[in-house]
Every structure is written in C-alpha cells, then in structure tokens.
C-alpha cells in the first residue's frame, strides 16, 4: 500500500469512526440537550421550548407556572429567551420541584414582571402531542371530529409515530362530564401508537376514577394471562394538547373486528362488498337495515355489546327479558343478520330461564366462566351493565363471552354511593357480588344471566375449574406484577395527580401513591379470598401492615379529638366519638367527603368531619 492510498484509507476510517460516533453521541445530546424558556409576543407567560423543538405551555396554580417535561426529556441546563432573566441568580441549571423567580419584559418594554416558575419531570412512558391544527381544546367534543396531527415519543427519545392526518373527538358517559377527558383517536394510516401493533382507532382514557392509574391495564394483562381471547393491548402515555399537558393516558387498541384485535369474519366488510342498496329500518325490538341483499353466509362474525339502550346505535336489538344488545360489528347489520344474531341470544336466554344444560351447546362456557370471575375479582360496578362484549364467529353455534373493557371504578375504587341506604357497597369485599347486580342498579339495566347460568351444575363445574386454573396468574398479580407496574408509572402519576383534584373524582382513598396500591393489594387479597370461599378452597394469609401508629383527628362540634390507632386498623363508626344525629349525617373522611368506612384499613394520619344534614324548609 503506497503512502497516499494508505493517507486515504487513514482518512476514511476516521471519518467513519466520527459519523458513527456522531450517531451514537447525537440522540442522547438532544436529550439532554438545553431546553429555552421563551416568552412570547404579547404574553406575559413564558413558554418552554424542547430540546427537539416541541412547545409545551405552563399550568398556574397558586401564582406558580408548572412546566410538566416529559419523560423522554432529561435536561440539566435551562436558556433563557430574550425579555426574561433569573431574579435570584444567573445560573442555568435545571432544578426539578423547586420555585424559581423569573423576571419578564414583555414585548420588550422597561418595567419588569416577576413570575415564579416550577419544573417537573415524568418517567417511564411514552408521551404523545396531539396538535389540533388551529382549534382550542374546547374544540374536541362527542358531537363529531375534529382534525389533528400526532407525534409519539418513547420514554428514551426515540420518534415512536407521527401522524400527520389524523381525527380526534370525545368519548365515555360518566367519564366526559369530568374535567379530566377521554378521548377517541382515528388515524388515517395504521401507525404503532406507544409500541403498540398498528392500528387505526385509538382509544385514550383518562383514568379519572383511579388514584394508581393501574387497574386497567392490570386487568387487560391479567385477561390475557388468564386466557380469555382478544384482550386489549395497551399502554401509558403522557398527552400534551397545543403543548398543555392534559396528565397520563392509557392507550388502547379499539375494541373492533380486525385482525390482532377482534380476530374473526368481517363481515361488515362483506356487506359493503354486496349492498346495492341500503336504508335503515328501526322495530320496537330491534333495527339495522333494509339491503336488497346479504353475505351468502350469514352466522358471523358479530361483535355485540350489552348496553342500557339501543337508540343511540344504527344496529342492535332488545331480548324478550329486555335486555339490550348494540351490534358493534357488522354496523351495517341487515334485517336478515339482526334477526339471526337476535335468535342466537334470544336462544340462550330461553334456555337459561328453563334451566337446561343445553344452554352449554350455545355459549363457550369456558369465556363466560372467565370473564365472570375477572368481574368478580375486581368487583366490577359496572359489570353487566355496559362495556360487557360478546362476539360469535362464523359456522359456529357458540356466543364467546369478552373482550373485557371497562375497569376504572374497581377494585374498591367506585364512587358509586346511597348514602341513605346501601353505603358504598363496591368497598365490602367480603359480601358483595356482582351475581346480585340487580340490588344495586336497575334491574332492567344488569344483564343477570350469570347468576342463573351458575344455577346449572355443568357450568358451575366449568367456572370452579377456571378459578382453580387461575390461580397462579392471580397469584403474580398479587405479588409481582402490581407492584412492577406501580413503580413503573409513579412518577407520571405524581404529575398527574398534582395537575387533577383526585378527591373531587373520588379517586383513590388514600393522600398517597403507596397506600393505594396497599389498598389495591389488599383488597385484591380480599376478593380471592372471598371466592376461596364460594368455591370450597383454603384461604390465602396476606398481611401488609407495620408497627406503626397513625393519629385519627375527629373535628367535633366542640373541638378536635386525636387517638391513636395501629396501621391496618379498621375504623368503626361505633367506635367515634358521639354527635347529633338531628343535626348530622355520620363521620366523613375530609379527604374526599365519602363516608367513614369499616372495610378501609388506616394506612396514614386522617382527619374526619361531621357531615350536616341537608336543612328542611
């Protein structure tokens, strides 16, 4: 090798050791990278531009502006923009969790503002910034779409989706009416959203009920480990709306027919392929459309799902126990295919009201076995009643029981109270059962067939044989995977829960992260060993508790009384001091304002008020 080509090949293997150091060195640079405080023309409230170039907005509480950053954005240095300057220093490193004063000069005037400003930093999840093309916020509703682009990040940086077409709307009953909202995603090309298999429609829910943000995605996991097919996949996610940070999201894939989600015969696809023609046709008991023609096989697939109404819906049909059943696939269901899917139900409720074992031939014994017991592990409030799906796949007789949906007011979550009678029976875990539904809501509304099927010795044999099958799955959600999850996404859950008053959504019972998830594991405890029971098996032994002493304030009429009781200790109302009760209700938590419970174990220092009785005229 002469010198000039041994010169060139020197050369070439340093500007290949730079390009490829340049590409290890580069991401983690603009991670890391300095982020600027920016104030814009006009404003007098600073803006934090990203390492990346993303534009995120403060949130104000108490004349402190939180900047929440997301995970994937691990900074140490802060530039300031023109017009703005430290009060106290000159010194640019970035602190998280703690105040700062900042000095600003709008539009670059002489008289200066103080503005303080606090950091806080996410951890673990992915982060999705949905921009939505010149429309406020307040644009979204349940009304109809609005367009939106989306760009997903991964917890280390990495660009996980951008889409640039894209629609977005409200979603949800209860949940919209809270400040906190769910939404429904429609992409126009599949993308993996969160490392999630590609998909159209997107599901994002806000969680508002739940204090750990873990119940539903511990479910949908724990489904899918327990066996019940097309459980949902899903993800946490940080959601940031025009740059305001709108708390943590769990993602999920839309329950639908279609391959890796519902996987069976499309056969709205089908219908799409023959209708010439179609117009809707509404029945007392049922409605879909009048088609000139159908699919030569009719017999699946259909995704149906329970609900309290099919008025709303372009397909569905009522039983003749008035039970309501929207058809979710096909949604351009004919006549032809209501009346048969109807048949198939309406068979099953025949034969569970007679009692006889054939009922078996018709139903995959196995899945409504299965998603029964999730229910009632988790004590489910809603169970029955909405959010419960069913599908049937074609040439077969059976109706399958899942996906499972639905499972932010469980696992002694729910909210759902009667303070004049019932108390808040979703928290007695030793006695209460989602077979007896119909005491708690109204009974045209719950889908009571579980507790007649069980009636039926072959099925009951199928639900204990699941149970027993369960039981190393619910074992490592007990003492494994609660606690994974939990320590994955507390520190998004700490933003969260600073941005939301979890007490005026009930969420949780507890002040902190940690005693929440006690509560859930416990309560989790609770729930097996309450079908240990049912089903004739040895309880399990779990405790949870310290040596610990936590103080009870009673804030009575005539001053505060403290005592002292050991953790785990549950509170009897017995047990409080007297009031009056011509002039109040009971003991209440001054936590949330819920009433004092004698299945919530003290895991820190409460204070408890008297609840007024509303005044007569």
């Known amino acids: 090798m002469d010198t000039r080509t041994k010169r060139r090949w020197q050369l070439g293997c340093l500007a290949f050791l ?22 814009p023309e006009n404003s007098d409230q600073p803006n934090l531009r990203l390492p990346k170039g993303e534009i995120i907005t403060g949130w104000e509480k108490e004349d402190t502006l939180y900047f929440f950053l997301p995970s994937y954005v691990s900074l140490d240095r802060l ?53 939505l093309k010149g429309n406020t916020l307040d644009a979204i509703t349940k009304d109809g779409f609005i367009e939106t682009e989306i760009t997903v990040f991964s917890p280390d940086g990495n660009t996980n989706c951008h889409a640039a077409s894209g629609l977005v709307k409200g979603r ?13 995603l ?47 996949d899903s993800e946490w996610a940080d959601l940031y709306i025009n740059g305001e ?13 279609r391959s890796q989600v519902v996987d069976i015969a499309n056969l709205e696809k089908e219908n799409e392929k023959v209708y010439q023609s179609c117009e809707p046709f509404v029945e007392e008991y049922q409605r879909g459309f009048l088609t000139d023609q159908s699919p030569s096989n009719i017999t699946g697939g259909y995704l149906l799902e329970k609900d309290t109404t099919i008025a709303d819906s372009p397909c569905g049909f009522i039983t003749d126990g008035d039970k309501c059943f929207v058809i979710k696939s096909p949604n351009n269901a004919s006549l032809e295919e209501v009346s048969y899917i109807r048949s198939c139900f309406q068979n099953v409720e025949d034969l569970m009201r007679e009692q006889d074992e054939r009922l078996l031939q018709h139903i995959d ?16 409030s809603d169970a029955f009643i909405t959010s419960c799906f069913y599908y049937k796949e074609r040439n ?100 969260d829960s600073f941005r939301w008053n979890y007490a005026e959504s009930h969420a949780g019972h507890y002040t902190s992260f940690d005693n929440n998830i006690r509560y859930m594991k416990f309560y989790l405890a609770k729930r097996m060993n309450f079908l240990n029971r049912k089903f004739g098996m040895e309880e399990l032994v779990y405790e949870d508790t310290a040596d610990t002493l936590h103080e009870i304030t009673c804030k009575a009429e005539n001053g505060k ?57």
Not at 245 to 257: A, D, P, Q, S, T
Not at 402 to 410: C, E, N, R, S
């Open 172 to 184: 949800g009953n209860s949940t919209w009416e809270l400040d906190k909202k769910p939404y429904y």
């Open 396 to 495: 077969n007789d059976k109706i399958y029981a899942g996906p499972v949906w639905d499972y932010d007011a469980v696992l002694g979550e729910s909210n759902t109270i009667d303070y004049e009678e019932l108390g808040n029976v979703w928290l007695n875990y030793d006695e209460t059962t989602v077979l007896s539904m119909g005491d708690y809501r109204s009974t045209i509304a719950v889908l009571n067939w579980e507790a007649d099927f069980q009636s039926i010795p072959a099925y009951m044999d199928v639900v204990k044989q699941a149970y027993k099958d369960m039981q190393p799955q619910l074992e490592d959600l007990l003492y494994h995977r609660i606690d994974a999850a939990a320590a994955h996404v507390k520190q998004a859950v700490a933003l």
């Open 79 to 131: 530039s300031l923009g023109r017009g703005l300057k430290w009060a106290d220093t000159c010194d640019n490193t970035l602190r998280y969790d703690i105040t700062r004063t900042v000095l600003l000069r709008p539009n670059g005037g002489v008289a200066e503002i103080s503005k303080k400003i606090c950091f806080k930093h996410s951890s673990n999840v992915y982060t999705i910034f949905m921009d």
């Open 186 to 232: 429609k992409l126009s090309e599949k993308a993996g959203l969160c490392g999630l298999d590609p998909g159209k429609n997107w599901i994002l829910l806000a969680n508002a009920y739940e204090a750990t943000k873990l119940s539903n995605k511990l479910l949908y996991d724990f489904s899918k480990a327990a066996g019940l097919h097309y459980s949902v």
């Open 245 to 257: 940070y709108r708390g943590n999201y769990l993602v999920c894939e839309k329950i639908e027919v």
């Open 365 to 380: 014994a196995d899945s409504f076995a299965r998603r029964y017991l999730i229910e009632e592990i988790a004590l489910n």
């Open 18 to 39: 730079t390009l490829l150091l340049v590409l290890c060195i580069y991401p983690q640079y603009q991670n890391n990278a300095s982020a600027t405080l920016l104030l």
């Open 561 to 617: 009384i403290k005592f002292s009781v050991m953790e785990g200790t549950l509170l009897h109302t017995d047990d409080l001091p007297e009031y009056d009760t011509e002039k109040y209700a009971g003991w209440i938590y001054e936590w949330d304002r819920t009433p004092v419970s004698e299945y919530l174990p003290v895991y820190e220092d409460m204070t408890l008020l008297l609840d007024p009785l509303p005044e007569t005229e």
